[in-house]
């Protein structure tokens, strides 16, 4: 194979299983023609098949026919010539036939190549074959169309692949063309006063995704949180009932009573509701994340979980009724974890499992993620499938290219056998685009490209000058921030920016998600460092501000951590005064420039984002806290012992506490309207008003955030609005800083300048107004010299 024939292969992502090239020939785009026998033709993904291949010029009429492209069906009305015959019984054989294919080249009798046959056992076998070979057509500016004289026979290694969350509702078409074949999406449960349920699932919608070979699975939330967001928490009927041994805390959300002929009804009626769509293959209900245990007198003393699973699949009965060829998915939780053999136990034969837990799924270690229990359950034959997150961390929104990462993890899977992944980018697939398509390349083929040589298929894509260059980035941005990721650092003090570093601490994250502690070793975080120090001059060489971002913001976390490691270290050991400083400062500095960093990457990221995406416009809550929660970290040491008493060279970038609020700040219509003199802490660049909960009945939604200035003759003029999305702080997230760009000279002589705040509080359905609190902290902390270096 000449190099320019294998340029050409190297450019597939997913690679196919087997794929060989001899050559090419160039032919007027006029003179090829796309044929399929008139009744697949009609089918969906057929159809979108050959709508590809026209919008690529290809199939049109007029002239002579010069080349040909033939998509035949295996079992359609047109019989296999003899020369495809044993191929085609090697497709029926296949792991996952419905979606083998093979491109299999014909000369002409002189020898010349004079068509391509795309064959394939069904529809969806068709459509990935013509996407396979547009990606390795070279148009030409002459009207002319180089075709690659290509063998394929191609299947994938795990039968469905996909995503939930993030923006995926939008990027049904691009996923799609790396194979990518489903998307979960939540239902949208609403039930109105009297009692009829609607949805947010689209028709159009679910079959413009199956005409792209992209199934949709509906999914039902939580259960335990289904009351909160489907408006029935005053139905008495369904909810559970409370532990009479306790006190009910201020911001109760009840569950539903498994037990209880009204919730089966209800989740049934659910169930039909979702039958009733065309193209859903399945209906998916995700267990409690919480243990929720009804004390009523059908439940009291039985296991929450298995009662669960009891009611989803008797109410599935009905919908079954409706639509024979559904299956059932339930979604294991962390809540579930320590009786997933129980659940296992009582789920019916039929019943499709996935593995979902906060802390154990939602993991970007380098430790194995399936369970012996679940292993040996997929080896038995048993469907199974997994949420893993294909970033960071699911909470944080961090720049990390992570080929080694999603290698290892596609590999994981395949070798025990899942059916399914599942993966979760927030807050969306711009911002992870690389590591989507990893997802797409090692699900499919999990063993056929090295995390290199994928790293230069995807500069090839991106049309990077130096794919090599950006290919020894990728490696070793790639392991230095995958153990940055595994150190869980960002996490916890996201949670717990407070804790006490010096001298340990409990955590208080969010019971949702309880992780198993920060790993952290010294000498591997240093191996990490250096790793990371050669990523940055990569970087710098490559000229692509992204990498640099995303070099800066790997190297600076890594240093923090390592400082960390020193304070806690020297103030076990007693050691303080001015050997503190050196790592302290260093610290401050290292949160600057992930502050600069993270921040640039996304707001970068954000202005490449579709103005038809529902993704476009502000900041993302959970970016916005990355970037900043390391400023919190170094806060915090500075107000303790022993480093209390250390010059602080960085005071005027502390947060400035400018007030409070409170119940009694909210008026008749719920909305708080504070305002704070901010005149001496202003300067020009940019700042961040500060929000930080301290108590109350659910949260409070910062509605507004704006910069107010008033000049001496009392004429008023607002400078700057926040853009950042717009949050809630509260009992699950319970601080925010929120970014102002300000103006060259924000300040003029004898103006004052007001930092203006409207909050509204959020009231729990059924809380009586004279029982809720809110109250928390306003703060102001100015921004850093972007010149600022660790």
């Given amino acids: 194979m000449s190099k320019a024939?294998?340029?050409?292969?190297?450019?597939?992502?997913?690679?196919?299983?087997?794929?060989?090239?001899?050559?090419?020939?160039?032919?007027?785009?006029?003179?090829?023609?796309?044929?399929?026998?008139?009744?697949?033709?009609?089918?969906?993904?057929?159809?979108?098949?050959?709508?590809?291949?026209?919008?690529?010029?290809?199939?049109?009429?007029?002239?002579?026919?010069?080349?040909?492209?033939?998509?035949l069906l295996q079992n359609g009305t047109v019989p296999l010539p003899a020369g495809l015959r044993e191929v085609g019984r090697r497709l029926a054989t296949l792991p996952n036939a419905a979606q083998a294919y093979a491109i299999v080249p014909e000369?002409?009798?002189?020898?010349?190549?004079?068509?391509?046959?795309?064959?394939?056992?069904?529809?969806?076998?068709?459509?990935?074959?013509?996407?396979?070979?547009?990606?390795?057509?070279?148009?030409?500016?002459?009207?002319?169309?180089?075709?690659?004289?290509?063998?394929?026979?191609d299947w994938p290694e795990l039968e469905e692949r996909g995503q939930w969350g993030g923006n995926t509702h939008d990027e049904v078409d691009w996923t799609a063309r790396w194979k990518l074949n489903v998307i979960e999406e939540s239902v949208g449960l609403s039930v109105d006063d009297r009692g009829q349920t609607a949805l947010a699932l689209e028709q159009r919608h679910i079959s413009h995704a199956f005409g792209e070979g992209v199934s949709i699975v509906p999914y039902v939330l939580h259960l335990e949180q289904v009351a909160l967001y489907a408006g029935l928490m005053s139905r008495r009927d369904l909810t559970s009932t409370p532990d009479p041994s306790k006190p009910l805390p201020s911001e109760y959300v009840p569950g539903l009573c498994m037990s209880s002929p009204a919730t089966i009804r209800l989740v049934g009626g659910w169930m039909e509701l979702i039958a009733g769509y065309e193209h859903i293959p399945a209906i998916e209900v995700w267990l409690s994340e919480d243990r929720s245990p009804c004390f009523c007198e059908r439940c009291s003393g039985r296991e929450p979980f298995e009662l669960e699973v009891q009611c989803i699949q008797e109410a599935f009965r009905r919908a079954r009724a409706r639509g024979p060829e559904l299956k059932l998915r339930i979604l294991l939780t962390q809540g579930s974890y320590p009786v997933n053999d129980r659940v296992i136990a009582v789920s019916e034969p039929e019943v499709q499992l996935s593995y979902y837990d906060g802390g154990r799924t939602y993991d970007s270690s380098h430790a194995p993620m399936i369970t012996p229990l679940l292993e040996e359950y997929a080896r038995s034959g048993r469907w199974l499938g997994v949420y893993p997150q294909i970033t960071h961390c699911w909470r944080t929104v961090f720049p990390f290219t992570a080929p080694q990462l999603l290698a290892a993890r596609a590999r994981e899977f395949a070798d025990k056998g899942l059916a399914n992944v599942i993966g979760y980018a927030v807050p969306s697939n711009r911002h992870h685009e690389f590591n989507v398509m990893a997802l797409a390349e090692w699900t499919w083929n999990p063993?056929?490209?090295?995390?290199?040589?994928?790293?230069?298929?995807?500069?090839?894509?991106?049309?990077?000058?130096?794919?090599?260059?950006?290919?020894?980035?990728?490696?070793?941005?790639?392991?230095?921030?995958?153990?940055?990721?595994?150190?869980?650092?960002?996490?916890?003090?996201?949670?717990?920016?407070?804790?006490?570093?010096?001298?340990?601490?409990?955590?208080?994250?969010?019971?949702?998600?309880?992780?198993?502690?920060?790993?952290?070793?010294?000498?591997?975080?240093?191996?990490?460092?250096?790793?990371?120090?050669?990523?940055?001059?990569?970087?710098?060489?490559?000229?692509?501000?992204?990498?640099?971002?995303?070099?800066?913001?790997?190297?600076?976390?890594?240093?923090?951590?390592?400082?960390?490691?020193?304070?806690?270290?020297?103030a076990h050991r007693g050691v303080g005064g001015t050997q503190l400083s050196a790592p302290l400062d260093r610290l401050d500095r290292a949160s600057a420039v992930m502050c600069r960093s993270v921040s640039r990457w996304g707001e970068s990221i954000n202005a490449t984002i579709p103005a038809s995406s529902s993704s476009v416009g502000a900041m993302w809550v959970r970016l916005r806290d990355t970037a900043n929660v390391l400023f919190r970290v170094c806060d915090t040491l500075r107000s303790r012992a022993p480093f209390r008493d250390l010059r602080d060279p960085y005071v005027r970038h502390r947060q400035l506490r400018l007030g409070a609020w409170s119940a009694a700040d909210f008026g008749s219509d719920s909305v708080a309207r504070l305002s704070f003199d901010v005149t001496d802490r202003v300067s020009s660049g940019h700042c961040f008003a500060c929000f930080t909960y301290a108590q109350g009945h659910y949260a409070a939604e910062i509605v507004s955030v704006s910069l107010r200035r008033r000049t001496s003759s009392g004429v008023e003029e607002i400078l700057s609005r926040t853009t950042d999305e717009r949050m809630r702080v509260g009992r699950w997230e319970a601080w925010h800083e929120l970014k102002l760009v300000l103006p060259v000279e924000p300040g003029r002589e004898g103006a004052r300048l007001y930092l203006d705040v409207e909050l509204s509080v959020v009231i729990l359905e059924g809380s009586r107004r004279e029982s809720w609190e809110c109250a928390g902290e306003i703060g102001f902390r100015p921004g850093w010299p972007e010149a600022t270096a660790v």
Wanted: net charge negative.
């Fill in 447 to 570: 063993r056929g490209r090295s995390p290199e040589e994928l790293a230069r298929a995807y500069a090839r894509f991106r049309g990077m000058q130096d794919p090599e260059l950006y290919a020894r980035w990728a490696l070793r941005a790639g392991e230095a921030g995958w153990w940055l990721a595994e150190s869980r650092m960002l996490l916890r003090f996201i949670y717990n920016y407070d804790v006490d570093v010096a001298v340990g601490g409990e955590r208080t994250e969010d019971h949702r998600f309880r992780q198993a502690g920060v790993s952290y070793d010294r000498a591997t975080t240093e191996g990490a460092v250096k790793l990371a120090l050669e990523a940055r001059e990569l970087a710098a060489r490559s000229g692509i501000p992204a990498l640099e971002d995303e070099s800066d913001a790997v190297h600076a976390g890594l240093v923090a951590l390592l400082c960390l490691d020193e304070l806690s270290d020297l």
């Fill in 5 to 71: 024939d294998q340029a050409l292969i190297e450019r597939l992502i997913p690679l196919p299983r087997e794929v060989a090239q001899n050559g090419s020939r160039v032919v007027p785009v006029a003179g090829v023609r796309a044929k399929c026998e008139p009744v697949a033709a009609t089918e969906p993904r057929v159809a979108r098949a050959l709508r590809l291949l026209a919008e690529a010029g290809i199939g049109g009429s007029g002239g002579l026919e010069a080349f040909r492209i033939e998509c």
């Fill in 107 to 153: 000369a002409s009798e002189a020898g010349r190549f004079r068509s391509l046959t795309l064959l394939a056992n069904g529809p969806l076998g068709i459509l990935y074959a013509v996407r396979t070979l547009l990606q390795i057509f070279v148009p030409s500016k002459t009207d002319e169309l180089r075709i690659p004289c290509v063998t394929v026979v």
